[in-house]
């Protein structure tokens, strides 16, 4: 219930709306040239995006084609900064609220 109430009021912000859908963006981007430059699953594109983007880096998958290499190259210097901006933005927000506000009873 708290994550479905924390997209509406994303979504009630014209700020966190920007953010939430560049954020959403970037990843598409990033799963679609995944999966055809280095011909990987959809799942596999997505889960190597975010990975990437949140600087986790496990390893388990690297480009190997040069247009893959050369896309990462771009892909990080563009989208970390924007999924960092919205991880800390996800923080404050949850931060910010009261804490009464999850133990709320009906």
């Known amino acids: 219930m708290i ?3 924390t997209i ?5 912000d014209k700020h ?11 990843l598409v981007i990033g799963t679609v040239t995944y999966h055809y430059l280095e011909q990987w699953t959809w799942l596999d594109s997505l889960y190597f995006s975010i990975i ?17 290499k050369i896309f990462t190259i771009i892909y990080i210097v563009i989208g970390v900064g924007l999924i960092l901006t919205f991880i800390n933005t996800v923080y404050t927000h949850f ?3 009261p804490q009464d506000h999850f ?3 009906n």
């Open 3 to 5: 994550i479905l109430r």
């Open 95 to 97: 931060k910010n609220i």
């Open 103 to 105: 133990h709320h009873k």
């Open 52 to 68: 990437t983007l949140t600087t986790v880096g496990y390893g388990d998958f690297s480009p190997q084609t040069d247009w893959g």
């Open 16 to 26: 966190y709306r920007n953010l939430l859908f560049a954020t959403i963006t970037v």
């Open 8 to 12: 509406l009021s994303f979504l009630r």
